[in-house]
């Protein structure tokens, strides 16, 4: 496999070789190089209290009603857990329980339709 992604060439379109190993590791499942507080169109995802124990609090404004992706990784971008709940429009509060995850840094995605953020969270007990 790296011989055949050896001979891809960079430059414009869907075959880059950057574009297909994105492709590979979305189809996988593994997140890497995530920019912490990354945004696409549209507003932050507060998360607190971070640095955190057994609960986390996500807070986010919906503009229209939609369906919420939430998914948590850990460093190595192994996917901990997904949840998926619809929302109408307006401020939400959701509450995620973490006790049955390890101290350490976690990554949560949160996924809204065309809005996307990931950001840093950290579990010290």
């Given amino acids: 496999m790296t011989y055949a992604l050896a001979e891809l060439q960079d430059g414009e379109g869907d075959n880059t070789r950057d574009e297909l190993l994105a492709r590979i590791l979305n ?3 593994v997140v890497s190089d995530i920019e912490e507080n990354t945004v696409v169109d549209g507003n932050l995802v507060n998360v607190y209290p971070n640095p955190g124990n057994d609960r986390v609090t996500l807070e986010f404004n919906l503009e229209e009603s939609a369906s919420v992706s939430i998914r948590f990784y850990d ?3 192994k996917l901990i857990s997904m949840e998926d709940e619809d929302f109408s429009t ?18 949560i995605h949160v996924l809204t339709g065309i809005r996307s953020e ?6 010290v007990n």
Avoid: A
């Fill in 27 to 29: 189809f996988f499942d």
């Fill in 118 to 123: 990931t950001l840093k969270w950290i579990k």
């Fill in 75 to 77: 460093m190595s971008g």
């Fill in 90 to 107: 307006g401020n939400h509060r959701y509450e995620i329980s973490t006790e049955n995850l390890p101290r350490g840094v976690y990554h």
